[in-house]
Structure formats: structure tokens, C-alpha cells
């Protein structure tokens, strides 16, 4: 069954997260981020607000102070400008833990930083000596 333009732009509207873009020419939709193919979001690199943050479960906590966030199956990690939403994505996963992310150090080392169109920051990976609770 045909999908309409106006089914579509209700998506777009709607998602509670922002997940789905138009294209600039309107004509295809796409995720703003998470993709676990190699997808060229077209994002431009830009520098980043000082402080970024990340949330995940407790659980996973040791893991990421030995190895730092990597992006698993996706293909950046994941970063919000503020704890509280941080927060709320740790918590899908179990208890929460926010880490705090020195983004401004990490710029200045040469790492590359994206901000999707739902103003989620992404990147290659986050090394530990840049990660902190």
C-alpha cells in the first residue's frame, strides 16, 4: 500500500525524539542519526560546546572506564548537551549513570564532532582519559 506525503510529514512532526529528516529536496526521509549501516548523514563538523554528555546503565560502567565509548553497531556515539537527557537514555537501559564528556579537550585533540538536525552530538568514539562521572 502507497505511503501519502501528508503520512510522512506526520512522522516527521511527530516523532518524540525527532528521529526522521526530509531530505533538502523533499523527495526522501531518513533517520538523523543511529544508523547501524555506514550512512553519509551529510553532517558537517562542528565545534562543540565544551561539555557533552552521555548516559547509559550502570552495568556497562566498568567496560566503558577500561575501553571509553565506542558506537557498538552504530556508527557514532551517541552525546547530549545536558545531563537530564542524559539521563533519560541511561535509564532505557537500566540504572542510570551520566558520564560527563570533556568535548572541548577532545576538539582541541583533533577529534571530529557532528550535531544531527535533533541536536544529538556524534562521534567517532570517546577515549577515557576525556570521560569523567
Known sequence: ????RELLQHLVDTSDKKRFAFSD????IRANQGHSLNVDLALAPVQPPSVLYHGTATRFL???LEQ???PGSRQHVHLSQDRETARVVGSRHGTPVVLRINADNMYSAGHIFYCSANNV???DNV???YLSL
Not at 500500500?1 to 501519502?4: E, L, T
Not at 529536496?25 to 526522501?28: A, M, N, Y
Request: glycine share 10%.
Open 62 to 64: 566498568a567496560s566503558i
Open 68 to 70: 571509553g565509548l565506542l
Open 121 to 123: 552530538w556524534l562521534t
Open 1 to 4: 500500500k502507497a505511503v501519502s
Open 25 to 28: 529536496d523533499g523527495l526522501r
Open 127 to 129: 577515549p577515557v582519559e
